[in-house]
């Protein structure tokens, strides 16, 4: 997971790839210096407030079309953003690459996110056919 410093906070920039079984959805988690502790048994985290974030994604892949998303949040400390949902029984991976430009306002600062990701577990591009 990418990992950002500004002002003195640190950004966990987190491309996802969820498959629940009957459907497929792709997309990013924004972060802010994410902790995780024993009391939950480390499977939640807490995660400080910053003034805002605002992140747009472009979502790019072999076997579909681009799509892009945006969202924000004010006085948050994490924002998921989501690409389209793929309905059907092990949908696939539609999409292997996201583009992310992200904009956050740290302690009255802007601090500005701009990268590329490859996302889930199928490389980018045509792919060779199993019969020889």
């Excluded at 990418?2 to 009957?22: A, C, M, W």
């Excluded at 910053?50 to 681009?66: F, K």
């Excluded at 696939?92 to 500005?112: F, G, K, S």
Aim: charged residues 15%; neutral net charge.
């Amino acid at each position: 997971m990418p990992q950002y410093h500004f002002g003195g906070e640190t950004v966990v920039l987190s491309p996802r790839d969820v498959n629940y079984i009957i459907a497929r959805q792709q997309g990013v988690t924004i972060e802010i210096s994410p902790q995780k502790h024993w009391w939950c048994l480390w499977l939640r985290s807490t995660k400080n407030t910053i003034q805002s974030i605002q992140c747009s994604i472009t979502l790019n892949g072999p076997s579909a079309p681009s799509v892009s998303k945006g969202t924000s949040c004010a006085k948050c400390g994490s924002l998921d953003v989501w690409g389209p949902v793929s309905w059907g029984i092990l949908p696939p991976q539609d999409y292997c690459q996201v583009h992310v430009d992200a904009v956050l306002r740290i302690n009255n600062n802007t601090y500005e996110i701009h990268d590329n990701f490859i996302i889930g577990n199928k490389p980018c591009g045509p792919q060779p056919s199993p019969i020889g």
